[in-house]
């Protein structure tokens, strides 16, 4: 469960004073999730997520992330845009904690998508960068490639105590990623974090993309790349469904046809994204707080989907055979 930060009745009162939303009836925290802290939270008018900023999330960042959802949620898309207090301001504090109260939307996220459902995601991912293609701000990502090296080496040779040789084989990974990573291929805001819970679903229509506090600028199709590799798999990373990882690619062709030279790196930024995740969920593996109310997000079922991309890492990786 994702909650590091208790909101108290009193405050949560205090706080939704502040907005034109009614009176609070209930809040309840969020299992899911591993990033921020999330409520559900019921008024006298209506529904609304509360969403405490934690670690990875940096208060400099809110006004890229949240111009970027009014500006989707301008275009039609189904995001959840923050909801403005009474004095039109989106950002609050709470808890000592940055602060949004976000637009409730329906659906559910799946464990297991199907090729249908992941049609209709990827067309959903391709009409969103389309909708940014006038979305002025920008913001570097900073969890991208060239941050990578620098996660490993904080991690350390604590990696090898979540399976022995982890750091030397994640060490050759990140080599092989500095020297064949694309450097001129299309960029916009991307989400960054597409994954099958980060996409609301009714049957096999989408309802709503959330969760954008990756967002950021950098290249296009690596956005496709994150979310290939996060939902043609099973939650171990070791089956692999290439039935679903086509349909997420015919469903975002219908928007954007890959060029040659993107088709050639696909497999790299796929390789990409593994090592990303298998980096960032091992930092957390190894540094999440005993008290925290969360279930820590196993590195290895990441790391193994690499092999899949770059079948020649499985013969120079002994934590991939
Ligand atoms: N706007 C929304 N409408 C409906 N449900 C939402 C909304 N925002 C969040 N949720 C629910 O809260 C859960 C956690 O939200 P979210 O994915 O933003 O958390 P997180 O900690 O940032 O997660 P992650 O680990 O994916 O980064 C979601 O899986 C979803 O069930
Ligand atoms: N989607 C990420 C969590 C957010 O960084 C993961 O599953 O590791």
């Not at 490639?145 to 105590?161: K, N, V």
């Not at 064949?180 to 989408?206: E, K, Q």
Request: net charge negative; with cysteine; glycine share 8%.
């Amino acid at each position: 469960m994702a909650v590091y930060t208790h909101v108290s009745a009193e405050a949560l009162g205090g706080f939704l004073a502040r907005f034109d939303v009614g009176e609070l009836v209930s809040a309840k925290g969020i299992a899911e999730g591993v990033e921020n802290s999330n409520y559900l939270v019921d008024t006298t008018r209506g529904r609304y997520i509360l969403t405490l900023y934690e670690k990875r999330v940096s208060a400099d960042d809110l006004p890229f992330f949240m111009a970027l959802l009014d500006h989707l949620d301008g275009k039609g898309l189904a995001v959840p845009p923050a909801i403005p207090d009474r004095d039109g301001r989106e950002i609050h504090e709470l808890e000592g904690r940055p602060a949004c109260l976000i637009k409730f939307l329906p659906g559910v996220s799946l464990s297991h998508p199907s090729p249908a459902q992941a049609l209709a995601a990827g067309e959903a991912m391709g009409r969103m960068h389309r909708a940014v293609a006038d979305f002025p701000a920008t913001r570097a990502n900073s969890m991208g490639q060239p941050s990578w090296a620098a996660l490993h080496a904080r991690c350390g040779r604590s990696l090898d105590d979540i399976a022995p040789g982890l750091h030397d084989d994640l060490d050759l990974a990140l080599a092989g990623l500095s020297a064949t990573w694309p450097a001129s291929l299309d960029t916009c805001a991307i989400h960054a974090d597409l994954f099958p819970d980060n996409v609301l679903m009714r049957g096999d229509a989408v309802s709503g993309l959330i969760d954008f506090y990756f967002a950021c600028t950098d290249i296009r199709l690596y956005d496709l790349a994150v979310m290939h590799a996060a939902w043609s798999f099973d939650a171990t990373g070791r089956d692999h469904d290439a039935a679903v990882g086509e349909a997420l690619i015919a469903g975002y062709s219908r928007h954007f046809a890959m060029s040659d030279a993107e088709r050639a790196a696909f497999a790299t930024l796929a390789v990409g994204a593994c090592v990303r995740f298998t980096l960032s969920r091992a930092w957390d593996w190894l540094n999440t707080p005993a008290d925290a109310l969360v279930t820590r997000k196993d590195p290895l079922a990441f790391w193994r989907r690499a092999a899949v991309y770059d079948p020649a890492l499985v013969q120079r990786c002994a934590t991939l055979r």
